[in-house]
């Protein structure tokens, strides 16, 4: 199964708890956003969920593509498991050109396809770097519009729309007003996901705290295991 398909089965899996959770509870917030989102957030999983983590990324920085390749799936199993509330923001990094037709495309799907599309795009990254280097990046992403359910003509008409183009531009902005200052950088539960010297090397930490469990310190890492480790920890704080 491939991670668009998994994470179509696992975005409906979600949409459904959640939908079960208000009509029970009477839901918590009321216009579908947990405490740490804003207006225009994409998300998926619970709004309850106790571990919400927000990730600023680009679909041409070759780090954020490293972290959907090897940890991103321990948020998903987060999210299938109603523990993640996962919100991806746009910066563009990396290739200018290729993050702005990336974010676009993804604009351009189905408000529901946004996080697939996404997905998709750092699936195919490396494709889209040769492709780039060849001199084909336009026939990669029309590729990859076909992948996603775009016919050629929704694909020009998508590339061409100035609104979202703008829209792509403002969400950096706000990136770089929050005080991003690369990608991918994260905030979990509220708090900036920064790295420090620990006593191995470089160790993850929120506000000058490294985080430890009881296996030791956690390190900056990327792999599935380190982000089991994170969200377990930050799971356990919200239980309390």
Known sequence: MTTFTRRALTLAAATVSAMMLTACSGGDAPDGRSAYERAGDRAEGQVDAPVTIIEYASTSCGGCGAFHEQGKAAIDDGVERGDVRFVFRE????QPNLAR??????????EDQYLDVIDLLFEQQRALFSAMQQGNAQGQFQTIARTAGFSDEEFRACMT????????????????????????????????????????????????????????????????????????????????
């Open 91 to 94: 910066m563009i990094t990396g």
């Open 101 to 110: 037709a990336g974010f676009m495309l993804a604009r351009c799907a189905p």
């Open 161 to 240: 729309n100035q609104d979202v183009l703008e829209a792509v531009e403002e969400a950096n902005m706000q990136a770089v007003r929050d005080g991003v200052g690369g990608t991918p950088h994260f905030i979990i539960n509220g708090q900036d996901l920064d790295q420090m010297s620990g006593a191995n090397g470089q160790v993850y930490a929120v506000d000058g705290e490294i985080l430890t469990d009881d296996q030791g310190e956690i390190p900056a890492q990327i792999d599935r295991d380190t982000w089991d480790r994170i969200i377990a920890l930050f799971k356990a704080r919200a239980e309390g």
